[in-house]
């Protein structure tokens, strides 16, 4: 079975009968969050949630294990309810036979459990035409239900925003609401965050204003992602860290906050290693922008840091405290960490593991470490 979860009717889920395994997706976390909620507590009393609700995540467990914890007699409640997080993990190659594995064992799982598998947004969902695969897809929907978390958009996007601030004791007009979505995106999470600023900011006035947002509420944070990679490159452990935590609290989405930040990473390490190499010719910051053409043979055409001149100084500056082994050293790492984010390291000496958000972590650790 197929559904559209609707936040104001979340009961839609088991309407027409509870089912025994559900499966969360789409880009919208905040349904996601209010999804599992609402189906915890339909299932599992509250007096029975220590004993009938457990949670697992895919980075820590496999197909196995999740079927055994369905397995399990419920101690209290009519229904054991498994929530297993991170199912976005079976898209990835590596992967894929536990997927497999598990879609082969879904229709064991009994009557007297809900497993809920929740798979987080990554950004080419919206082109994806399956959820894990077409066989895990059907898989599921056999078994039991896929249910889609949208996003809003348009006026529906709007409208909540003003219903949002309305229920905060505060006015926003649609044309406020809309500059809001502008600037913050259309993520729930984090306008609900924004909206919070907000409706404290204004204090005893009754409206928020464009005034407002243009004060309080920073753009959709790629400001943010390169200055955490300048901060990198600088050796700055805690103030990468800390801007690295900011990123995830804009975006709920580990891998795409992965993606981006490798991808900007990577290209300011090879800017930086061509600054190196032409400190070495003895060739200042300010003749990048009118390199022989003898220097341009050694340059790559893509990424080439004539392209960016006006930084060169900055990477120039940068390049003293990186020589070529210890660049070398990073993209070797950086390559690791991007293939263990898609693929998972089950290697017991892998530099990275199978959660994102920590390979990120470790590498930001290990780059601003010159040793």
């Known amino acids: 079975m197929e559904l559209t979860f609707k936040p104001a009717k979340p009961q839609d889920m088991w309407s027409a009968g509870l089912h025994k395994l559900y499966l969360l997706w789409g880009a919208e976390e905040r349904w996601k969050d209010i999804a599992v909620a609402a189906l915890s507590d339909h299932v599992v009393p509250e007096d029975w949630r220590d004993f009938d609700y457990e949670i697992l995540h895919l980075s820590e467990c496999d197909a196995n294990t999740i079927i055994r914890a369905a397995g399990q007699v419920p101690f209290g409640a009519e229904r054991r309810m498994v929530l297993v997080k991170g199912a976005e993990k079976w898209r990835e190659r590596g992967s894929a036979s536990d997927a497999e594995m598990f879609a082969e064992k879904a229709s064991s799982i009994p009557d007297t459990a809900c497993v809920v598998l929740v798979a987080a947004a990554l ?43 309305k229920q905060a004791g505060k006015a926003m007009s649609p044309e ?50 390169f200055q955490t990679v300048d901060s990198v490159m600088r050796g700055d452990t805690d103030t990468s860290l800390l801007l690295l935590a900011e990123l995830h609290r804009h975006d709920p989405r580990p891998q795409a ?15 930086v290693w061509q600054a190196r190499w032409l400190m070495e010719q003895r060739i200042p910051p300010n003749s990048v922008r009118n390199l022989s053409a003898d220097i341009l043979e050694m340059l790559p055409t893509e990424g080439c840091i ?30 690791q960490c991007d293939m263990a984010n898609k693929a998972g390291a089950d290697d017991e000496e892998a530099v990275f593991g199978q959660d994102v958000v920590r390979n990120v972590q470790l590498l930001v650790i290990l780059l601003t470490t010159k040793a």
């Open 123 to 165: 950004e080419e969902d919206n082109r994806r035409k399956t959820i894990i695969s077409a066989k895990f897809d059907s898989a599921i929907k056999s078994v039991g239900a896929t249910v889609a978390c949208g996003q809003l958009q348009g006026d529906a996007l709007k409208s909540w925003v003003v219903e949002q601030c």
């Open 176 to 225: 406020t609401a809309a500059f809001l979505t502008e600037t913050a995106g259309s993520s729930l999470i984090r306008l609900d965050q924004e909206l919070q600023k907000l409706t404290a900011y204004v204090g005893e006035r009754p409206t928020v204003t464009n005034q407002d947002i243009q004060r309080l509420v920073s753009d959709i944070p790629e400001d943010t992602l």
């Open 257 to 271: 906050v992965a993606g981006k930040f490798l991808a900007i990473l990577s290209r300011q390490i090879k800017l």
């Open 306 to 335: 004539t392209q960016v001149s006006f930084k060169a100084g900055a990477l120039f500056g940068m390049a003293k405290n990186w020589g070529f082994n210890r660049l070398t050293r990073a993209q070797d790492l950086l390559l």
